[in-house]
């Protein structure tokens, strides 16, 4: 198993010291992967979640490949629409070979609305453009040029949660099954006509993962089903006790424990000027029971003050 982290290059503080320290803390600490974020624009929907400043991905792998020896370098999403592939397929392979073959692309479609629309590119082609742009960078990695050397050896790992993910284009081997097994669930929840929210029947989801055979076996005949949900994989509405009681529903209510009877006997004997209960006690009383008929929070907290004092 090999482990990674996220080393924050943008949010107030962030500079070039605090970047180094962070690197060379986690090659200390033995992780395998640094990653960096990415983001052209910072729209008000972007900088609520990344907040300025930002520092631009590759040039702060670059800066941080200097000092570093061990540990691989990354983008945890590189939002491939933003930027020419010609453009990151030159600077990935530069990289490449400036820090001795030791990064990683993470890519990604993105997410942001705002900021596709500052940087004039369509949002919904979004996963189109993606696959285009990794063929083509693929394309130029493969092709004679020295500007482009190395960038064959540059691992892809697929990210990001957007239905646009790319599928595929990157590559043999780039995106696991479990990827591709969750675009699929989502896709069959979509017209499964869920609103898109990723849940799907049982039925559905075990056919996309094989698995859920296996997990479910032993649980009787028919489709496997989740707690809170019927045959048909909807969930079910819950049912209060207020609901019950209009509704006629001969079940019983279920008892209050004992413990609240006692409470509101420790709080009645403190109200009537007996001996006061425990601070914990009468804390516990005003926050979850309501006080006997004809005593309130005022004259409690008086007829303490008048004991204690």
């Excluded at 982290?5 to 962070?22: A, E, I, K, M, Q």
């Excluded at 400043?53 to 691989?72: C, K, V």
């Excluded at 890519?107 to 369509?122: T, Y």
């Excluded at 993910?165 to 499964?192: F, I, K, N």
Aim: proline share 8%.
């Amino acid at each position: 198993m090999r482990l990674g982290v996220s080393v924050p290059n943008f949010g107030p503080g962030t500079d070039p010291d605090l970047l180094c320290r962070w690197a060379q803390v986690a090659e200390g600490l033995g992780f395998d992967v640094l990653m960096v974020s990415d983001h052209v624009v910072l729209t008000p929907e972007v900088a609520g979640r990344y907040p300025p400043p930002f520092f631009e991905p590759f040039t702060t792998l670059a800066w941080l490949a200097a000092r570093t020896s061990r540990i691989r370098l990354g983008t945890s999403v590189l939002i491939v629409p933003y930027r020419h592939p010609l453009l990151v397929a030159r600077m990935a392979a530069n990289l490449q070979q400036l820090s001795g073959g030791r990064l990683v692309l993470g890519v990604g479609a993105g997410w942001a609305r705002q900021e596709f629309d500052a940087l004039g590119v369509p949002f919904e082609r979004r996963g189109r453009v993606t696959d285009e742009h990794l063929r083509a960078m693929r394309a130029a990695w493969e092709d004679d040029d020295d500007n482009y050397r190395g960038g064959c050896a540059i691992p892809f790992w697929v990210g990001g949660g957007s239905g646009a993910a790319p599928r595929g284009a990157a590559g043999p081997g780039v995106a696991s099954a479990a990827l591709h097994a969750v675009l699929a669930a989502r896709t069959a929840a979509a017209a499964g006509g869920d609103g898109g929210r990723g849940r799907m029947p049982a039925a559905r989801a075990e056919a996309a993962d094989p698995a859920a055979r296996h997990r479910h076996a032993g649980r009787g005949a028919g489709p496997a089903r989740r707690r809170g949900h019927d045959r048909a994989g909807r969930r079910r509405p819950r049912r209060t006790t207020r609901a019950r009681r209009a509704d006629g529903d001969p079940r019983p209510l279920p008892p209050r424990p004992a413990r609240d009877a006692a409470a509101r006997a420790r709080l009645a004997d403190a109200g009537r000027g007996g001996r006061a209960p425990c601070l914990g006690g009468v804390i516990r009383g005003l926050i979850l029971l309501r006080p006997p008929v004809g005593l309130c929070r005022k004259e409690l907290w008086v007829g303490r003050l008048r004991r204690t004092g």
